[in-house]
């Protein structure tokens, strides 16, 4: 069992920065692949960018490529997001989400925390 608890959401203006962090518990989180997730009012929940267990993989959705980036310290057990140029369509609740890294579906999920980007 794993439990996420993300942090570091907000209101920020647009072309402005935010650092989300997600700590997880249990003692094998670098076994977990991680993902961020958000959603926008209205919108399903969409994938934002994600980092192998190892934290040597990372891949990003086209809309946050090149402005987020996603790190992770498995000293510590957590993923942080940071996120750069931030555009008003960047407002969503955000959340960390973990599988197993042979896995193909996210198992456990934070409860989100909120973006917003004042234009």
């Known amino acids: 069992q794993v439990q996420l608890v993300e942090s570091g959401g907000g209101l920020v203006q647009a072309g402005g920065s935010l650092r989300l962090s997600c700590t997880a518990s249990?003692?094998?989180?670098?076994?977990?692949?991680m993902g961020w997730f958000r959603q926008a009012p209205g919108k399903e929940r969409e994938f934002a960018a994600l980092?192998?267990?190892?934290?040597?993989?990372?891949n990003y959705a086209d809309s946050v490529k090149g402005r987020f980036t996603i790190s992770r310290d498995n000293a510590k057990n957590t993923v942080s997001l940071q996120m750069n140029s931030l555009k008003p369509e960047d407002t969503a609740v955000y959340f960390c989400a973990a599988r197993w890294s042979a896995a193909s579906v996210y198992d456990y999920w934070g409860q989100g925390t909120q973006v917003t980007v004042a234009s």
């Open positions: 980092i192998s267990g190892s934290g040597t993989y990372t």
């Open positions: 249990g003692r094998t989180f670098s076994s977990y692949t």
